[in-house]
């Protein structure tokens, strides 16, 4: 799994791909509707979808004519988003853990600050 998601994330590093992926989100679209944003030519367009293809982040739809468009896979986005979820969840988790020990520490800093003749107490 660890080596997918560095496909993905690898994919997901290049703007030109990123906007791609925006593009796809609203419905599926042919390499010259993802192209004409672009000021680049179409065998460059062609490289950014062969990487977001080989990442599982898009696939070719069924051919229309001569139009094999192209469409947005949810799958691999879902498994670096449950990635990153944990990841924060955990940071969370670490913090709530450091604000409860924190707090606890409080009343303990107050009573040795009072018996030491020290309020906290706000100015006005």
Known sequence: MPQKLDIVFQALADQTRRAILARLAQGEATVNELAAPFDMSQPSISRHLKVLEEAGLIEVGARTAQFRPRRLKT??????????????????????????????????????????????????
């Not at 969370?92 to 009573?111: C, G, N, V, Y």
């Open 75 to 124: 799958e691999a986005l879902a498994r670096a988003r449950s990635w990153m979820d944990q990841l924060w969840g955990e940071s969370f988790d670490r913090l709530d853990a450091f604000l409860a020990e924190t707090s606890a520490d409080k009343p303990r800093a107050r009573a040795k600050n009072k018996a030491k003749g020290k309020s906290h107490r706000k100015c006005s």
